[in-house]
């Protein structure tokens, strides 16, 4: 392996999940991101999420969100007790696991409608060892209005127009408790309000640059420089749809020289201190050169190539996202 990547503190931010029914994880399995995978491709920590599709807004369907949640929540805690692994609720946890040459395994919330309507959730959740929520998923929820709107669950374009008074509710709860706020999926005003109403900074722990591919799941320059201005990270990601734009009505297709143009991108308008790297693995990432956790290093190997330093990799890989959380629990009650 490159001596670079294999010296470097990798830690992927956003790795979905086969829900119901995880295969073993400590197996070789079809899934993307599995322990020998993540050990063959030198990924020291990653980020297992408990999605949530956006369903009705009625109380049986938040019952059912939030029960999924935290089902797979607990499924997570449970992989960080494997042989080897070590299940990190915050960052000292983490760079111990990484020091002591064991993988450690973090735990995610995404999609604000596993709250319903109850702020308590959120606590219960950093409980059992989430470090960030996303606001929303697909469709709007309660929280606030999301990049892609769903027409078959009745969203207007516009809901909320950027937060709700429950969103900026649990924003300021998110502070109090140190969860950290993603806003991956949420609609352009509804983050910048988050990045402006936050008294910690936020991550955007899976998109790219719509300055180099208009697509809504992108942030533009001006969302670039409010994750700045708010001291966060954007993690940019290896969805192909997100990075190239693709021949019309076919799928797109990128490569790691495409995540890496976005990297760039980032690097140069809000400067490496707030930009890192996510795949998305297991939810719709996976490009040319990157297609499993077990290809890793490729993307250390273009970002030397590029003229990065070990010392910009690590940030990009993990020194940034830590410094953050940090500032996050630093920023808590
Ligand atoms: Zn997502």
């Known amino acids: 392996m490159n001596p670079v990547h294999a010296a470097t503190l990798v830690l992927d931010t956003h790795i979905d999940i086969r829900w119901p029914d995880p295969p073993e994880w400590t197996a070789q399995t079809m899934q993307l991101v599995d322990l020998p995978k993540m050990r063959a491709g030198g990924v020291r920590a990653g980020v297992f999420v408990a999605y949530v599709p956006q369903g009705r807004r009625d109380a049986q369907g ?39 040459g064991e993988v450690a395994v973090l735990a995610a919330v995404e999609n604000g409608y596993a709250m319903g309507r109850d702020l308590s959730r959120l606590q ?36 909320h127009g950027g937060l709700s008074p429950l969103g900026e509710a649990a924003l300021a709860e998110m502070n109090r408790i140190g969860l950290m706020i993603d806003c991956s999926h949420v609609a352009k005003p509804a983050m910048l309000r988050a990045a402006e109403l936050s008294r910690a900074p936020i991550v955007i722990t899976h998109t790219a640059c719509a300055a180099l591919c208009p697509h809504p799941r992108c942030v533009d320059d001006e969302q670039l420089d409010a994750v ?5 990270v954007v993690q940019i990601t290896a969805v192909p749809a997100f990075l190239r734009p693709g021949p019309e009505g076919q799928p797109a297709r990128a490569t790691v020289a495409d995540l890496v143009d976005h990297i760039d991108h980032a690097v140069g308008r809000i400067g490496i201190a707030h930009v890192g790297i996510s795949s998305d693995f297991d939810g719709g990432g996976a490009v040319q050169g990157w297609a499993h956790a077990g290809e890793t290093a490729a993307v250390t190997e273009e ?11 690590g940030l990009l890989w993990s ?15």
Not at 80 to 88: E, I, L, N, T, V
Request: a neutral charge.
């Open 319 to 333: 020194g940034n996202f830590l410094r953050v959380w940090r500032a996050v629990l630093a920023a808590a009650d």
């Open 62 to 100: 938040h019952a059912q969100a939030t029960a999924r949640a935290e089902a797979m929540l607990a499924h997570i805690r449970d992989r960080g007790a494997a042989p080897g692994c070590r299940f990190c609720p915050g960052p000292d946890a983490l760079e111990a696991t990484v020091a002591a």
């Open 124 to 159: 219960a959740w950093r409980r059992l060892g989430a470090v960030y929520l996303t606001l929303t998923h697909d469709g709007h929820n309660d929280l606030a209005d999301s990049a892609r709107p769903k027409p078959a669950l009745g969203d207007a374009p516009v809901e």
């Open 303 to 313: 970002l030397l190539a590029r003229g990065y330093d070990a010392h910009a990799i």
């Open 228 to 232: 700045r201005a708010s001291g966060g």
